[in-house]
T-cell receptor, first 116, second 116 residues
Framework: AQTVTQSQPEMSVQEAETVTLSCTYD???????LFWYKQPPSRQMILVIR??????QNATENRFSVNFQKAAKSFSLKISDSQLGDTAMYFC?????????????FGKGITLSVRP | DTGVSQNPRHKITKRGQNVTFRCDPI?????LYWYRQTLGQGPEFLTY????????KSRLLSDRFSAERPKGSFSTLEIQRTEQGDSAMYLC??????????????FGAGTRLSVL
């Protein structure tokens, strides 16, 4: 079974600063996908960034980038130039590439607050 | 593309009553997922449909829970004889077939259930 661990329950960052959210996972699979989802207060979950395990290059999406360390099973999210709209819960998630059930396994999430 | 739609957004019920939630996925998405999210936790997988076939159910889905996806379009999740422990946010997600980016799941806003 796969597990996803987010050990930081809360973080706070000043607007325009950079923050890194940590995530580790455990799996015996070799091919899989990793995701960061954002869930703003009382709003639906949206995808922030994704990483295919077979790709060595770290994914980037505008101000969001990841540090994917496959051997260490680590997948952290860096948010640059933090904005007030980044305030949300962030979930790290894992999916195997089985072709059958591609369910997501989520971590407990981290609450990020961006201070003005 | 109107996104994943869930109804109702909120449901308050008394213990022992039956409730039914509806999810309308993004059109032409053949995969549909139900997750449950309790306060301060990440979503947990409940069940998965590919077209009209229910291919996997979590152990979290007790006999009181049933899900359907007639004709491979919308889906319903019914909880019979609700218990206070059923209080949670129920999330629906859909994704296209694997060859069309099917590893990305798009979430609805959820149905928040409160059992009194």
């Amino acid at each position: 079974a796969q597990t996803v661990t987010q050990s930081q329950p809360e973080m706070s960052v000043q607007e325009a600063e950079t923050v890194t959210l940590s995530c580790t996972y455990d799996t015996s699979e070799n091919n899989y996908y990793l995701f960061w989802y954002k869930q703003p207060p009382s709003r639906q979950m949206i995808l922030v960034i994704r990483q295919e395990a077979y790709k060595q290059q770290n994914a980037t999406e505008n101000r969001f980038s990841v540090n994917f360390q496959k051997a260490a099973k680590s997948f952290s999210l860096k948010i640059s130039d933090s904005q007030l709209g980044d305030t949300a819960m962030y979930f790290c998630a894992f999916m195997t590439e089985t072709g059958a059930n591609s369910k997501l396994t989520f971590g407990k999430g981290i609450t990020l607050s961006v201070r003005p | 593309d109107t996104g994943v739609s869930q109804n109702p957004r909120h449901k308050i019920t008394k213990r022992g009553q039956n409730v039914t939630f509806r999810c309308d996925p993004i059109s032409e998405h053949n995969r549909l997922y139900w997750y449950r999210q309790t306060l301060g936790q990440g979503p947990e997988f409940l069940t998965y449909f590919q077209n009209e076939a229910q291919l996997e159910k979590s152990r979290l889905l007790s006999d009181r829970f049933s899900a359907e996806r007639p004709k491979g379009s919308f889906s319903t999740l019914e909880i019979q004889r609700t218990e206070q422990g059923d209080s949670a946010m129920y999330l629906c997600a859909s994704s296209p077939r694997l060859g069309a980016g099917g590893y990305i799941q798009y979430f609805g806003a959820g149905t928040r259930l409160s059992v009194l």
